[in-house]
C-alpha cells in the first residue's frame, strides 16, 4: 500500500490526473450550460404564470355545453363542436367522465368492427361518412391530426364483413344489399360456390345466399379512436374533469303543445358534479347538457326528470335504453381460416373475426331474449361459449374443432330496446337535454358521424351533412319504431 | 358635499344591520334618497365652484358625473339581485359594502379639489373594483382579469403621483381651484414631454386609449353584472374626467407630444369598431364598443379645443346610460341560458318581446341616432375635432358608420335569427329589469330636451 501511495505522489514527469486527459471543451460546456438555464428559466416562468387558483381537476364554473359521458360519442361531440364553431373560443365545452380507466366503459370493451351493411340509409351514411374520417384520420386541419405529435394508428383491417343468410332469409338479404347499394357501398352478393372458391375453409351447409362488403369494411382499435378523439379535442381548447353529474337544477314552464295539450317543460340551469373519491361537488351553470353516457343514459335522464315527478305531472318520457352485457372470447386456431378471414357473421347469429396475424380469432354472439346475462357486473359466462358459440363456429368452420380459449372480456351494449336504433336529438320535455346513445352495439363505428350531427344540431339547430331527424326522440312518444333488420 | 359623502358612509352599517329580507330592499331605497341629495348640487349655468371648504367642491365637469354615479348605484343594486340570490345573506352584505366604498371612493374623486385627495381616492376605487370582480365574477379567468386590471393601472399612475407632486412643488399649491387661478408660466424644460406624459397616461390608460386597453375586454367580460356597470359606466370616466382637469393644468407645456395619442386614439376608435364585428361574445362586443367610444372622446379632449369640454361631458354621461344598459340587457339574457356567446342566444325576439324594444332603444343610443344625447356628444367631438384638422372627418365617419354596423349587428344576432329549440321557453321579463332598463333610458330621453344640464364652458 505504501508503494502505491508513493506512486501516486507528483513526481517530474507525472500529473495529478487520475483519469485520461480532458480537453477544454469552451463551446461544448457553454452551449450545455446555456441550454440548461434556458429550459430551467422557461420552467419557472411557466410555473409563475401558472394561475395558483386554477385548479385543473375542477370543471369551469360555467360551460356553454356540458357533456356528460367521456366514451367515444362524448368525445366525438366535444370535438365537432370545436371544429365546427365559427370562429376559435365561440363555445366553452366540458366533458365529465366519472372513470379515467375505462374499465366498463362500451367504447374501449367493443370488438370494433365497422361496417355499412345495415338496412336503413341513415345508419349505411353514418357508417360511410365514419369509414371516410378513419381514412383521412391523420389529416390536421381537417380531421384528428395534431402538429408535432405523432400520426395516429388505427389499426384498420380492411377485410371486409361476410353475412350469411339461410333459405328464408336469402330474400330479405338481397334487399338489405340492394338497399346498400344504391347509397353507394360496395356490397356484392355470393352464392355457396363462390363462397367456397373464395373461403375454402367455409362449411357452406345451410347457407344459400351471402353478402361481402369490399371496401370501408372491417375492424379497427377502438381506444386508438378515442384517445385521438381526447387528444385533438383538448388542443382545440375542450375542458374536461373527472367526476360524475348527480344531479340538475333545472327551471319549469307550463306550456301549450300545438296540439292543444299541456305539458310542464323544463330547462336544465346548472349541472351539478360530484368530485371523484370525494363528498365535493361542484357547479356548472350550462346552456346544453349532452347525454352520452351510453349504457348508463337511462339514468341520467332520470336524475333530469326527477324533478319533474316532484312537481306532479306524469311521466310521459321514458329513455328506452338499457344496458345489456355480451360477451366475447378470444380462441387460438393454428388451422384456422388464416388471413383471408373477414368478420363473420353466421345464419345462427354468431360470429367471429381474425385477431392480429397470429392465428388468433374474437367472437361471441348475441344471446336469445330470454337468456339475457345479468347486467351487474362484467363477469364472463365460459360456460356460454362451450354450449352455445363453438358448436356453431365450429360448425361453420371445420377448423375451430379444435381450439384453444385464450381470454374473454365482457361489454355493455347501450341497447335501445325500442328499436335498436341510435336516439339523436332533444329530449321532448327537457328543453337542453341532447341525446346521443342507443346505438345498440353499432355506436363505435358510427361514433365520427354522430358527433359531427349532434354538433350541427347544436350550432345550426338542424342535420346539415345527413339528415338524422328520423332518430330523435320523439319516435318513442309516438310509437313508431325506426327498425333496423342487420344487427349483430 | 358632505351631505353625500356621509351618507354613502352610513350606508354600509345600515346594510349590515338591515333584517335578512330587507337585504335589497334597503340599499336600493336608501341609495335613492341619496340621489335626491345629489341633485341638490346640479347648479347649471355657475362656473364658480360649489365648495365647502379647500378639498371638496364640485363644478360643471365633475357635477354630471357625480350624479350619474349617484343614479348608477341603485341600478347596480336592482341588477345584482338575481344573479346574487344563490350566496348567503352575509356575502350579499358584503358585495352591497363593496359596492357602497367603491361609490364613497368615485364620489370623492369627483368633489375632490385637492391633487392629492384626487389621486388617493382615484387610485382608492380599484380595491373594491378588484374585490367584485376577482370574488364574485364567473369564470376563472376573473383572477388574470383582475390582475391585468389592477397592474395596468397602477403602473401607469406611478408616474402621475410623482407629477402632481412636482406641480405641487412648482406652484406651491395643490388645490385644483388655485391652480386654474393662477397666471401660466412658460416652461421650456427638456422634461416637459417626460411631465406631460406622466400625467397623462394614468388616464389614457383609464379611458383607455387603443393601445393601452387590454384590461378593458377581459375586466368587463368577467366582472360581475353590477361590476361591469360600473366599470362601463364610472370607472372609464374617470380617465376622461382626469384628462380634462390635467389638460387645464397644463396650458403652458408648449409640447406637441399629444398628437401621438391623438391619433393613437382616432385610430383605435375605428380599429375596435372593427374588432367588434367578429366578436362571438356579447360581453366582449359591449366592452369593445366602450373603447370604440371613448376613444373618440380622448382624441376631441387632447385637441384642446374650446368644445372639446362640453362634447366629451355629453358623450360621458351617455355612454355611461347606454353601455351600462347594453351590459343589464346581455346580463338578463345570460341568466336565463347560461350562455354569452351570440351563436346560442339567437332569436329573442320570439320569446322575450319586451326585451325586444328596451334592446332596440339601447342600440339606438349606441349607434348615436339623433336626438338623442350620444348623437349631440358625438356631433360636437367630431365637430372639435373637424376643427383642429379637416383629415380627421374621414376617420370619424368611418368610426361612426362601423359603430352602426356592429351595432346593428349585435341587434339582429340576439334579436332575429333562428331560436334555437333548446331557449324556446324561457321565463318571462320580470319587473323588476323592466323598471331597471327604464330608470337606464328615462335621463337619457329626458336630457334631450335639457341638455344645459351637461354643457360646460
Known amino acids: 500500500m505504501m508503494r502505491t501511495c508513493r506512486a501516486l505522489l507528483p513526481r517530474p514527469g507525472r500529473r495529478l490526473r487520475s483519469g485520461p486527459g480532458r480537453l477544454w471543451d469552451l463551446p461544448g460546456d457553454l452551449q450545455k450550460t446555456v441550454s440548461n438555464f434556458q429550459n430551467q428559466l422557461k420552467e419557472n416562468v411557466t410555473n409563475l404564470f401558472k394561475n395558483p387558483f386554477f385548479d385543473e381537476k375542477r370543471p369551469p364554473m360555467q360551460a356553454e355545453v356540458v357533456i356528460a359521458g367521456g366514451g367515444v360519442m362524448g368525445w366525438s361531440v366535444a370535438y365537432w363542436l370545436k371544429a365546427l364553431e365559427p370562429r376559435k373560443n365561440t363555445l366553452r365545452v366540458l366533458v365529465v367522465e366519472r372513470d379515467t380507466t375505462y374499465s366498463r366503459a362500451s367504447t374501449v370493451l367493443s370488438v370494433g368492427g365497422i361496417r355499412q351493411q345495415f338496412s336503413l340509409p341513415e345508419n349505411i351514411q353514418m357508417s360511410r361518412y365514419s369509414a371516410y374520417f378513419l381514412r383521412t384520420i391523420n389529416v390536421c386541419q381537417e380531421h384528428l391530426g395534431v402538429a408535432g405529435e405523432p400520426a395516429i394508428d388505427i389499426q384498420f383491417n380492411p377485410s371486409g364483413y361476410l353475412f350469411l343468410a339461410t333459405e328464408e332469409r336469402a330474400a330479405m338479404l338481397e334487399e338489405n344489399v340492394s338497399i346498400q347499394r344504391a347509397e353507394g357501398s360496395e356490397v356484392i352478393l355470393l352464392s355457396p360456390t363462390q363462397l367456397k372458391k373464395k373461403f375454402p375453409w367455409l362449411n357452406t351447409d345451410g347457407v344459400a345466399l351471402a353478402s361481402y362488403g369490399l371496401e370501408d369494411e372491417g375492424w379497427f382499435d377502438p381506444w386508438s379512436l378515442l384517445t385521438a378523439f381526447r387528444r385533438k379535442a383538448i388542443s382545440m381548447g375542450v375542458h374536461h374533469c373527472c367526476g360524475e353529474v348527480t344531479s340538475f337544477t333545472m327551471a319549469f314552464y307550463d306550456t301549450v303543445t300545438p296540439t292543444g295539450e299541456e305539458r310542464t317543460v323544463s330547462h336544465i340551469k346548472y349541472a351539478r358534479i360530484q368530485m371523484p373519491d370525494s363528498l365535493e361537488y361542484c357547479q356548472v351553470a350550462c346552456a346544453i347538457v349532452v347525454n352520452a353516457a351510453g349504457a348508463w343514459s337511462r339514468k341520467l335522464t332520470e336524475i333530469a326528470e326527477v324533478e319533474s315527478s316532484v312537481s306532479k305531472t306524469k311521466q310521459i318520457f321514458k329513455l328506452p335504453v338499457e344496458p345489456k352485457k355480451r360477451y366475447v372470447y378470444v380462441w387460438h386456431s393454428p388451422d384456422g381460416p388464416g388471413l383471408n378471414c373477414p368478420m363473420l357473421i353466421d345464419t345462427t347469429g354468431a360470429y367471429f373475426r381474425r385477431e392480429g396475424l397470429g392465428g388468433n380469432y374474437v367472437g361471441g354472439m348475441s344471446p336469445a331474449e330470454d337468456e339475457e346475462p345479468d347486467i351487474q357486473d362484467l363477469e364472463v359466462d365460459h360456460e356460454f361459449f362451450q354450449e352455445k358459440v363453438w358448436p356453431k363456429l365450429a360448425h361453420r368452420v371445420p377448423a375451430f374443432e379444435s381450439l384453444k380459449v385464450k381470454g374473454s372480456w365482457a361489454g355493455y351494449y347501450d341497447y335501445n330496446t325500442f328499436d335498436q336504433n341510435a336516439v339523436l336529438g332533444l329530449h321532448p320535455t327537457v328543453l337542453n337535454m341532447v341525446f346521443v346513445t342507443g346505438f345498440s352495439g353499432h355506436g363505435l363505428q358510427q361514433s365520427p358521424a354522430a358527433g359531427r350531427a349532434v354538433a350541427e344540431l347544436i350550432l345550426n339547430k338542424k342535420f346539415e351533412t345527413i339528415n338524422l331527424s328520423r332518430f330523435s326522440a320523439d319516435r318513442f312518444l309516438s310509437g313508431e319504431p325506426v327498425l333496423e333488420r342487420n344487427i349483430v | ?457
Open chain 2, 1 to 457: 358635499m358632505l351631505k353625500i359623502i356621509v351618507p354613502t358612509m352610513m350606508l354600509i352599517p345600515s346594510t349590515c344591520l338591515t333584517a335578512t329580507k330587507n337585504t335589497w330592499l334597503s340599499p336600493t331605497a336608501y341609495s335613492a334618497v341619496i340621489i335626491i341629495l345629489g341633485m341638490l348640487v346640479l347648479n347649471p349655468g355657475d362656473t364658480l365652484m360649489n365648495t365647502t371648504g379647500l378639498l371638496l367642491g364640485s363644478d360643471q365637469i365633475s357635477t354630471p358625473l357625480l350624479m350619474l354615479s349617484c343614479w348608477l348605484l341603485p341600478l347596480m343594486f336592482m341588477a345584482s339581485q338575481s344573479s346574487m340570490s344563490h350566496n348567503p345573506a352575509q356575502q350579499k352584505r358584503l358585495f352591497i359594502t363593496a359596492l357602497a366604498l367603491l361609490q364613497l371612493a368615485l364620489m370623492l374623486v369627483f368633489m375632490a379639489l385637492d391633487l392629492m385627495l384626487f389621486y388617493t381616492t382615484f387610485e382608492a376605487t380599484l380595491i373594491p373594483t378588484l374585490m367584485v370582480i376577482a370574488r364574485w365574477g364567473s369564470q376563472t379567468e376573473r383572477l388574470g382579469a383582475g390582475l391585468y386590471f389592477l397592474l395596468y393601472t397602477i403602473t401607469s399612475s406611478m408616474p402621475l403621483l410623482i407629477a402632481l407632486l412636482w406641480v405641487y412643488n412648482m406652484k406651491g399649491t395643490a388645490s385644483i381651484t388655485l391652480l386654474q387661478l393662477l397666471p401660466p408660466m412658460t416652461l421650456t424644460f427638456w422634461t416637459n414631454t417626460l411631465l406631460w406624459t406622466s400625467l397623462m397616461l394614468a388616464f389614457l390608460v383609464k379611458i383607455p386609449i387603443y393601445g393601452l386597453h387590454l384590461w378593458l375586454p377581459k375586466a368587463h367580460v368577467e366582472a360581475p353584472i353590477a361590476g361591469s356597470m360600473v366599470l362601463a359606466a364610472i370607472l372609464l370616466k374617470l380617465g376622461g374626467y382626469g384628462l380634462l382637469r390635467i389638460t387645464n393644468l397644463l396650458t403652458e407645456q408648449t409640447t406637441s407630444s399629444y398628437i401621438l395619442p391623438l391619433a393613437v386614439a382616432l385610430w383605435g376608435a375605428l380599429m375596435t369598431g372593427m374588432v367588434c364585428l367578429r366578436q362571438t361574445d356579447l360581453k366582449s362586443l359591449i366592452a369593445y364598443s366602450s373603447v370604440s367610444h371613448m376613444g373618440l372622446m380622448t382624441s376631441s379632449i387632447l385637441t384642446h379645443n374650446q368644445l372639446a369640454p362640453s362634447g366629451s361631458m355629453i358623450m360621458m354621461v351617455a355612454h355611461g346610460l347606454t353601455s351600462s344598459m347594453l351590459f343589464c340587457l346581455a346580463n338578463i339574457n345570460y341568466e336565463r341560458t347560461h350562455s354569452r356567446t351570440l351563436l346560442l342566444t339567437q332569436g329573442v325576439q320570439l320569446t322575450a318581446p319586451a326585451m325586444t324594444s328596451w334592446w332596440l332603444l339601447a342600440c339606438l343610443t349606441n349607434m348615436a341616432l339623433p336626438p338623442t344625447i350620444n348623437f349631440i356628444g358625438e356631433l360636437t367631438l367630431m365637430v372639435s375635432l373637424f376643427d383642429w384638422a379637416d383629415i380627421t372627418i374621414f376617420l370619424t365617419g368611418l368610426s361612426a358608420f362601423i359603430t352602426s354596423f356592429y351595432t346593428l349587428h349585435m341587434f339582429s344576432s340576439t334579436q332575429q335569427g333562428t331560436l334555437p329549440t333548446h331557449i324556446i321557453t324561457m321565463s318571462p321579463t320580470q319587473t323588476r329589469e323592466h323598471l331597471l332598463m327604464t330608470l337606464h333610458s328615462a335621463p337619457s330621453i329626458a336630457l334631450i330636451f335639457m341638455p344645459q344640464l351637461m354643457y360646460c364652458q
